[in-house]
């Protein structure tokens, strides 16, 4: 009996995981204010410390081609730091364009998280290259991974 229960309990966890799949994509392609929202990171510093007129290098490259909000975390856990791009084209936010490196977004976020290191550590650290000099299968995992992240930090 135990045996009958745990098939049924795997197959209702693999149909409720089929149908978030699904429905998924279609509820983040179907808003269209996905492509202007807020890229947002939480810097252990105080708001003082950071100047919208004086943010990091990273930051800085864009000049008036992106919007900064500076304000107090909540929690008093130091400062939230978001950005966004004034002009985003709609038709190039989309999953196939995250996957082939075109989404507009993933510079700025990569230069938000950038300088979030600046900001704490005063560098921005790198892995090693090579990570290890044997390849192994769980090394090949990690290496998939990371490609799919597509250097936004995000799996």
Do not use: F
Not at 33 to 54: E, F, G, H, K, M
Not at 95 to 106: C, F, H, I, K, Y
Not at 114 to 143: C, F, I, Y
């Amino acid at each position: 009996m135990t045996l009958r229960k745990s098939r049924w309990a795997a197959a209702a966890g693999l149909t409720a995981g089929a149908v978030v799949a699904v429905r998924r994509p279609t509820a983040r392609s179907a808003d269209p204010a996905a492509a202007d929202r807020w890229l947002t990171v939480t810097i252990n510093c105080s708001p003082a410390d950071i100047q919208a007129d004086r943010l990091p290098t990273p930051l800085q490259e864009y000049g008036d081609r992106i919007e900064t909000r500076i304000r107090p975390a909540p929690g008093d856990r130091g400062t939230e730091v978001a950005v966004r791009l004034k002009d985003v084209p709609s038709d190039t936010s989309s999953v196939p364009a995250r996957l082939t490196g075109q989404d507009p977004r993933q510079d700025p976020r990569r230069s938000l998280r950038e300088a979030k290191a600046l900001l704490e550590a005063g560098e921005v650290l790198l892995p090693d290259t090579p990570p290890t000099t044997h390849d192994t299968p769980g090394g090949k995992l990690v290496g998939l991974l990371s490609r799919r992240a597509g250097g936004e930090g995000v799996l």
